[in-house]
């Protein structure tokens, strides 16, 4: 099992530009979470999928954020335009039905100029 | 609604000295408590988790919690922590097993 994959690890842009990050959860798995960690504010629920279906998007802090999910293998999290207050890093997790577990990806550190 | 507190934001503690991290939790119904530990420049991992049962959690690494009903408290505990144990932990709640609320989080560094 590979585990949660993101990508890029590591992205480094200019104010104002578009940021798309990209997460595969693991196989199999029904649910995937998107998560933005910072040292002011922690470790914050951004959105929610089920099955493919946003459940619960509350989390995410504007307009500029917003994030998909095609297919139960692949999701992105984009932000247009970005700004320097978005540097954190955002991780996603997978989890399946009845699993009782969030697994976790290694997370991509944005950081906006 | 659900919240959790970790009571300590930093704990410094020398090496194979017991630990204690603090944890607790509102909830109106029952939940499922988590652990989860970062390591620097990782994600998070999950260290132990109480869903049902007996109240003492046995995870990885030698960690244990107790869950406490009355006094609403799930508290990580190891008896004698190692240099490799510098980390960030995290307390979670849960009642759907779904959707996580993860406290603030408490820096653990042992000092050798």
Redesign the interface.
Known sequence: DAG?IQSPRHEVTEMGQEVTLRCKPISGHN?L?WYRQTMMR??E?LI?F?NNVPI?DSGMPEDRFSAKMPNASFSTLKIQPSEPRDSAVY?C?S?S???????????TRLTVL | AQSVTQLDSQVPVFEEAPVELRCNYSSSVSVYLFWYVQYPNQGLQLLLKYLSGSTLVKGINGFEAEFNKSQTSFHLRKPSVHISDTAEYFCAVSFTGNQFYFGTGTSLTVIP
């Not at chain 1, 009782?100 to 990806?105: M, R, S, V, W």
């Open positions: 949660v649910s979470f922690g470790l629920l929610y089920n619960d991780f997790a989890s039905t009845g699993r009782n577990e969030q697994f976790f990806g290694p997370g």
